[in-house]
């Protein structure tokens, strides 16, 4: 093979990974309701986040939390940053696994087994984050109990306003 050919399979190769990575990109960063920055994991930092109290703040949790004992606030607070830090390690795996993907799509011949075992790494650490969101929701509900939860949270998910855990009833997209 001439090095023309050679360099064009390896564009064209480069190429269409580039178009697979958004069809895997996790449904996270689609606007699921479900992404690791907001609520429980927000990525928003102090001020903007769950616990801050800024205008990034729903109106249901500003609800919720002015309802609660410091003592309570405070275990939200710790619940929050104990959640943010998995999630970033989490989100960090997830990366890689998309990037192991990637590179493996990349290659000619395609390797069926490894794509496959890829795919599954990646899937297994979206379930991860998943299962910490739903964890850290269950505890929230714990602290909070049942009556300021329903309260709060009346109409639906994320409340009189809709959305999601810690989303305001907007979509972004």
Same mark, same amino acid.
């Given at each position: 093979?001439?090095?023309?050919?050679? $360099?064009?399979?390896?564009?064209?190769?480069?190429?269409?990974?580039?178009? +697979?990575?958004?069809? =895997?990109?996790?449904?996270?960063?689609?606007?699921?309701?479900?992404?690791?920055?907001?609520?429980?994991?927000?990525?928003?930092?102090? /001020? *903007?986040?769950?616990?801050?109290?800024?205008? /990034?703040?729903?109106?249901?949790?500003?609800?919720? =939390?002015?309802?609660?004992?410091?003592?309570?606030?405070? *275990?939200?607070?710790?619940?929050?940053?104990?959640?943010?830090?998995?999630?970033?390690?989490? !989100? +960090?795996?997830?990366?890689?696994?998309?990037?192991?993907?990637?590179?493996?799509?990349?290659?000619?011949? =395609?390797?069926?087994?490894?794509?496959? +075992?890829?795919?599954?790494? =990646?899937?297994?650490?979206?379930?991860?984050?998943?299962?910490?969101?739903?964890?850290? !929701?269950?505890?929230?509900? *714990?602290?909070?109990?049942?009556?300021? $939860?329903?309260?709060?949270? +009346? @109409?639906? %998910?994320? @409340?009189? %306003?809709?959305?999601? %855990? /810690?989303?305001?009833?907007? !979509?972004? !997209?």
């Amino acid at each position: 093979m001439t090095r023309k050919v050679v $360099w064009g399979v390896a564009a064209v190769l480069a190429f269409t990974a580039m178009l +697979a990575l958004p069809a =895997l990109a996790d449904e996270d960063d689609r606007g699921s309701g479900m992404r690791p920055d907001y609520g429980m994991s927000a990525g928003r930092g102090m /001020g *903007q986040g769950m616990m801050g109290g800024g205008m /990034g703040m729903p109106p249901h949790m500003q609800a919720m =939390l002015a309802e609660l004992s410091p003592d309570k606030r405070e *275990q939200l607070r710790d619940l929050h940053f104990g959640m943010h830090r998995q999630m970033i390690a989490k !989100r +960090a795996e997830m990366q890689q696994a998309r990037l192991d993907l990637a590179q493996v799509l990349s290659k000619f011949p =395609l390797d069926r087994d490894a794509a496959t +075992a890829a795919f599954q790494k =990646l899937n297994h650490t979206r379930r991860e984050m998943f299962d910490l969101r739903m964890t850290a !929701r269950a505890q929230v509900q *714990q602290i909070v109990g049942k009556e300021l $939860w329903e309260k709060t949270h +009346a @109409g639906g %998910m994320g @409340g009189p %306003m809709g959305g999601g %855990m /810690g989303r305001g009833g907007h !979509r972004h !997209r």
